[in-house]
């Protein structure tokens, strides 16, 4: 009869079959592997000089908020120890850049022009405004020969720069078409910030006497809770898209980079107290793991360009949604 139906017909109008107009998909979604035999992303052209200068940058804008706020509160020693590493991560970064870039020509023509929707121009300024109050602060603190009214200035330029030289590679990375990278842009400034303040307390600890380090122990534990919540918070966010953390190189280097980072951290605030020696031991293991850390989501972001999946997933998504 006309008005019987057949019951396959009607199980077969599932909703994703209404979604499609009524008519049932006969073959399954494809899995996209290539464009055309072509990657559907070019994996990032960074050589290895970029998760080090993540790792020297993060250190230097932290340590010298550090610095400038323990002359503030009268710990010299503390101070010296700070600023020294402000200076050394400051002075190896632009040199990594430049590495990476190929020739200093290049890094001097970023300075060209101010470009505030550019974290890339932006964070060329940031470094090099950054690096000459950080200079011209450690010529005071080691040296004596700056103006005291002028080497305080300096201290307080390079500990209001410091927020954004450690956090602005966070920015840059994510405002990339990498999915791995794209999608955790609300979370990487965490991850990148809570490195830099542990690698800044590590760094000081390790260079100062325990009876003067207290606040360096301090800032060590907090910054290594702060990166390792942060970093599983993001690869949880990321579901399908955290798969490079968690296999290959990439997985290897961000589980090592939370075991030291958390495992230093407590080390250094608890133990390292009472021995030098031990802070100096926790403090290691600290700047060990936030370099790791940054190799990690540097390896992540080759692997997310080479899966088509990562990107056609959540194209999917969007488009689905």
């Known amino acids: 009869m006309s008005g019987d139906r057949d019951p396959s017909a009607t199980a077969a109008r599932s909703p994703a079959a209404r979604r499609n107009g009524g008519e049932t998909r006969m073959v399954p979604p494809a899995q996209p592997s290539s464009y055309y035999d072509q990657p559907i992303l070019k994996e990032p052209v960074w050589t290895w000089e970029i998760p080090i200068y993540f790792f020297t940058g993060g250190l230097a804008g932290a340590s010298a908020g550090l610095g400038f706020a323990a002359r503030t509160a009268g710990n010299d020693r503390l101070a010296r120890s700070a ?5 050394l991560g400051v002075g190896a970064s632009p040199a990594l850049l430049i590495s990476d870039l190929g020739r200093p020509g290049r890094f001097f023509n970023m300075l060209r022009v101010f470009k505030p929707t550019s974290p890339m121009s932006v964070g060329s300024w940031v470094l090099s405004a950054s690096g000459a109050a950080t200079a011209l602060t450690a010529a005071d603190e080691f040296l004596g020969i700056v103006p005291k009214p002028i080497g305080r200035a300096a201290g307080a330029t390079a500990a209001l720069l410091g927020l954004p030289l450690s956090t602005y590679t966070a920015a840059l990375v994510a405002n990339t078409s990498i999915p791995v990278w794209h999608e955790a842009r609300r979370e990487l400034p965490f991850v990148f910030g809570g490195g830099a303040l542990a690698s800044a307390g590590a760094a000081a600890a390790i260079g100062t ?17 702060l990166e390792v919540g942060a970093a599983q918070v993001m690869e949880r966010r990321l579901g399908p898209l955290a798969e490079p953390y968690h296999s ?3 997985g290897r280097l961000a589980r090592s980079a939370k075991l030291l980072t958390a495992a230093g951290g407590l080390v250094t605030a608890v133990r ?3 021995d030098r020696r031990v802070a100096a031991a926790g403090g290691a293991a600290v700047l060990t793991g936030s370099l790791l850390e940054r190799w990690a989501v540097f390896r992540a972001g080759f692997a997310s360009a080479r899966d088509p999946g990562q990107t056609v997933g959540p194209q999917r998504e969007r488009l689905e949604g």
Do not use: D, H, S
């Open 83 to 87: 600023w020294a590493a402000a200076l």
């Open 209 to 225: 006497p325990v009876a003067c380090a207290g606040p360096a122990r301090r800032l060590t534990l907090a910054g290594a809770l």
């Open 248 to 250: 290959g190189v990439p």
């Open 272 to 274: 390292g107290r009472r």
